[in-house]
């Protein structure tokens, strides 16, 4: 089955501990990216990748990294999380380029940071 | 930056009621997409419009992209209670999908 697959679902850690939530598509997409949903505020971008090794800023992305080491992996670490990155997020893929074809999202993960 | 705005926010209706949501942007977009979230779940990607003027049919839901390319529309006919969810338009300008806030729209049975 096509599909995006994010790990953890849930999570809840505290300030400043070191975090990653991995993303993997079975796909092939060449395009991956990371959104934050927040109440009110719709989708954000945090970071996408057009492909291996290229990775660039979304609208949001501080306090978080990327890596795209790898054509199914699309990692984001949190290096040291705050209150403020509380939210659900939500990795993507399509096949090319930024929007020429539908994304694939997977099925979030809800992170909480006390 | 570009911005998408969508609206309304929230929408109630009776069901068999007709809904529409509409997405402006603040500049001219190659594409837009739409997509429904359902409670709890993640977004679907429901159908793309690239042309001027397009306008598309998923059985009860029809789909608009202005003539400028800086507007579209969602139109449920006759809602049902599984039409619940957030509906989110999305705009491609360059390399960059830009999500509207997404309309909330419920059903009463």
């Known amino acids: 089955e096509a599909q995006v697959t994010q790990n953890p679902r849930y999570l809840i850690t505290v300030t400043g501990k070191k975090l990653t939530v991995t993303c993997s598509q079975n796909m092939n997409h060449e395009y991956m990216s990371w959104y934050r949903q927040d109440p009110g505020l719709g989708l954000r971008q945090i970071y996408y990748s057009m492909n291996v090794e290229v990775t660039d800023k979304g609208d949001v992305p501080e306090g978080y990294k990327v890596s795209r080491k790898e054509k199914r992996n699309f990692p984001l670490i949190l290096e040291s999380p705050s209150p403020n990155q509380t939210s659900l997020y939500f990795c993507?893929?399509?096949?090319?380029?930024?929007?020429?074809?539908?994304?694939?999202f997977g099925s979030g993960t809800r992170l909480t940071v006390v | 930056g570009q911005q998408v705005m969508q609206i309304p926010q929230y929408q109630h209706v009776q069901e068999g009621e007709d809904f529409t949501t509409y997405c402006n942007s603040s500049t001219t977009l190659s594409n837009i997409q739409w997509y429904k979230q359902r409670p709890g779940g993640h977004p679907v990607f429901l159908i793309q419009l690239v042309k001027s003027g397009e306008v598309k049919k998923q059985k009860r839901l029809t789909f608009q992209f202005g003539e400028a390319k800086k507007n579209s529309s969602l139109h449920i006919t006759a809602t049902q209670t599984t039409d619940v969810g957030t509906y989110f338009c999305a705009g491609r300008a360059g390399n960059m999908l830009t999500f509207g806030g997404g309309t909330r729209l419920m059903v009463k049975p």
């Open positions: 993507a893929s399509t096949a090319t380029g930024g929007g020429n074809y539908g994304y694939t």
